[in-house]
């Protein structure tokens, strides 16, 4: 279990995380989205401990990351798969995370081969490893203390598609046996078909959070006429509120049909006119996120 209560980092007058709260609960898939520089590595080092908080808590099964007495066996954490020693091996990163940990040796061998990490490529130092290699390693390295909560910031980063499929299944099967994780990407179709829930955020302050399928159902309608202005006043004078969609479309947060009655009653002719959502995460992403920046605050 996962609970961030409004957690707030400002550095000097700039606000990178703005009172963002969330849960997520054992048995389920996070996705964590938002835009570059929209604070998500920022929740996330505050949840592991590594940034201290303006304001706000972060909890790992009820307790602060710092005050867990062995954090790797609670929390499995990638943040950054290239902050590995680079003159290590493979098998030296993990052998030396198990002594630390206390976990026995045989684990080491057990987390490289659910990886895909081979004997040949552990004995290899990490300075040599692709990037791909090293997102594994750094898997591998969440996973030895058999944790209940996975933390993984861009884990598919430099992954092949075969290796971003292998991801999927590992985290799903982590999730069905009672895990809990919480994994941020850029990779909205990937994330789209593992998160059972997602918490969206841009400009540092949560914009949606909820499950995935009821978010992608809600994410309003899509619409198009061509003469786009008159839609425009007429979608105006019923009272609905519009932004700019893809390809000259409008997005309305409502239902197709009060959309398609404004446009009727102004005798505007439509050219499409679909829920938002069938456009998958993508749409739903740039509908939430468009326009929004880090806020810079005075204070
Ligand atoms: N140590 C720091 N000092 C000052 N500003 C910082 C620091 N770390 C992050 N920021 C700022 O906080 C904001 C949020 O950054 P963060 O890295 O959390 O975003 P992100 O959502 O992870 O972005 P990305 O997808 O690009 O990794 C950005 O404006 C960033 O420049």
């Given at each position: 279990?996962?609970?961030?209560?409004?957690?707030?980092?400002?550095?000097?007058?700039?606000?990178?995380?703005?009172?963002?709260?969330?849960?997520?609960?054992?048995?389920?898939?996070?996705?964590?989205?938002?835009?570059?520089?929209?604070?998500?590595?920022?929740?996330?080092?505050?949840?592991?401990?590594?940034?201290?908080?303006?304001?706000?808590?972060?909890?790992?099964?009820?307790?602060?990351?710092?005050?867990?007495?062995?954090?790797?066996?609670?929390?499995?954490?990638?943040?950054?798969?290239?902050?590995?020693?680079?003159?290590?091996?493979?098998r030296?990163?993990?052998a030396?995370?198990?002594?630390?940990?206390?976990?026995?040796?045989?684990?080491?061998?057990?987390?490289?081969?659910?990886?895909?990490?081979?004997?040949?490529?552990?004995r290899?130092?990490?300075?040599?490893?692709?990037?791909?290699?090293?997102?594994?390693?750094?898997?591998?390295?969440?996973?030895?203390?058999?944790?209940?909560?996975?933390?993984?910031?861009?884990?598919?980063?430099?992954?092949?598609?075969?290796?971003?499929?292998?991801?999927?299944?590992?985290?799903?099967?982590?999730?069905?046996?009672?895990?809990?994780?919480?994994?941020?990407?850029?990779?909205?179709?990937?994330?789209?078909?593992v998160?059972?829930?997602?918490?969206?955020?841009?400009?540092?302050?949560?914009?949606?959070?909820g499950?995935?399928?009821?978010?992608?159902?809600?994410?309003?309608?899509?619409?198009?006429?061509?003469?786009?202005?008159?839609?425009?006043?007429?979608?105006?004078?019923?009272?609905?509120?519009?932004?700019?969609?893809?390809?000259?479309?409008?997005?309305?947060?409502?239902?197709?049909?009060?959309?398609?009655?404004?446009?009727?009653?102004?005798?505007?002719?439509?050219?499409?006119l679909?829920?938002?959502?069938?456009?998958?995460?993508?749409?739903?992403?740039?509908?939430?996120?468009?326009?929004?920046?880090?806020?810079?605050?005075?204070?």
């Amino acid at each position: 279990m996962i609970e961030v209560a409004h957690l707030t980092k400002r550095y000097g007058g700039r606000t990178a995380v703005d009172d963002v709260s969330f849960t997520c609960a054992p048995g389920s898939v996070t996705g964590f989205l938002g835009p570059n520089g929209a604070g998500k590595s920022t929740t996330m080092r505050m949840l592991c401990g590594l940034t201290p908080p303006t304001a706000g808590t972060a909890t790992v099964c009820g307790v602060p990351y710092r005050r867990l007495a062995n954090p790797g066996r609670e929390i499995g954490v990638l943040l950054d798969a290239s902050a590995q020693h680079a003159g290590r091996t493979g098998r030296e990163v993990l052998a030396l995370a198990a002594a630390v940990m206390g976990v026995p040796r045989r684990e080491v061998d057990v987390k490289l081969d659910l990886v895909g990490l081979g004997a040949a490529a552990a004995r290899r130092r990490v300075g040599a490893y692709s990037l791909g290699m090293r997102q594994r390693l750094g898997l591998a390295h969440a996973l030895l203390g058999d944790p209940r909560v996975l933390v993984l910031d861009e884990p598919a980063n430099g992954l092949d598609p075969e290796g971003i499929f292998w991801m999927r299944g590992l985290l799903r099967d982590f999730a069905d046996r009672g895990g809990t994780v919480l994994l941020s990407s850029h990779l909205l179709r990937e994330v789209e078909a593992v998160a059972d829930r997602l918490v969206v955020i841009g400009g540092g302050r949560v914009v949606a959070q909820g499950g995935t399928e009821e978010l992608l159902a809600d994410a309003g309608t899509l619409v198009r006429a061509r003469d786009g202005a008159a839609l425009g006043r007429a979608l105006a004078a019923a009272g609905l509120d519009a932004t700019p969609g893809p390809g000259g479309g409008l997005l309305v947060r409502a239902d197709p049909d009060p959309v398609g009655q404004a446009a009727a009653a102004a005798g505007v002719a439509l050219t499409e006119l679909r829920p938002a959502g069938g456009g998958g995460l993508e749409q739903l992403f740039l509908t939430l996120t468009g326009g929004t920046t880090t806020k810079e605050t005075t204070a």
